[in-house]
């Protein structure tokens, strides 16, 4: 007589265990979720490749979307960008030699936007495309304070703003200065 071959009940205990360690994955991955210490607060310490984990996608999205900004720059379109940063960005991102004290209490940090990187001589996002700048004003950063005005602020102005930043290394005309340097409305 010849013998069955057990391969289909090899193959069934084989998937089995392979549903069974999906099941214990899932069923472990929503208790630590609920009854886990997740950092939610902006205190806590990040997960384990937090930011890797975000920016990767992040900055994939930005560099499919991004575009070219409409016009060049000019002092008019300066200081148009800047009464817009002072209304609407200044309280989270600081004016020149002036930083937001709460922005480090943030998750992550609001960014101060006149200030040169501890690491190198670059302000704020001027090492950016002004088109990277449009995507994150124009989109917001989810879970980061971020929020998008693309409901609040029309294209030329959220261009204006991301040229304005993009300049930001440089020295901009008087009125300029004298905008950001107003105090806040």
């Not at 549903?19 to 214990?24: K, R, Y």
């Not at 939610?40 to 070219?68: C, H």
């Not at 817009?84 to 998750?107: E, L, N």
């Amino acid at each position: 007589m010849a013998k069955k071959s057990s391969s289909s009940g090899g193959f069934g205990k084989v998937f089995l265990g392979f549903l069974i360690g999906i099941v214990a994955v899932a069923l472990g991955l929503f208790v630590y979720l609920k009854f886990g210490p997740l950092p939610v607060a902006v205190a806590d310490v990040p997960l384990p490749f937090e930011k890797q984990i975000v920016r990767v996608p992040l900055n994939a999205r930005i560099e499919r979307e991004s575009k070219a900004a409409p016009f060049s720059t000019s002092e008019d379109v300066f200081e148009s960008g800047a009464h817009i940063y002072r209304a609407q960005c200044a309280s989270c991102h600081g004016t020149p030699g002036r930083d937001v004290p709460f922005a480090k209490a943030m998750f992550p940090s609001a960014p101060q936007l006149w200030k040169k990187h501890s690491n190198s001589d670059v302000v704020g996002v001027s090492d950016d495309e002004p088109g990277e700048t449009y995507w994150k004003v124009a989109n917001g950063i989810r879970l980061s304070g971020m929020p998008s005005y693309k409901h609040v602020l029309s294209d030329t102005q959220m261009w204006q703003v991301s040229l304005l930043l993009k300049n930001a290394d440089k020295e901009l005309p008087g009125p300029v200065t004298q905008i950001l340097d107003s105090p806040t409305p």
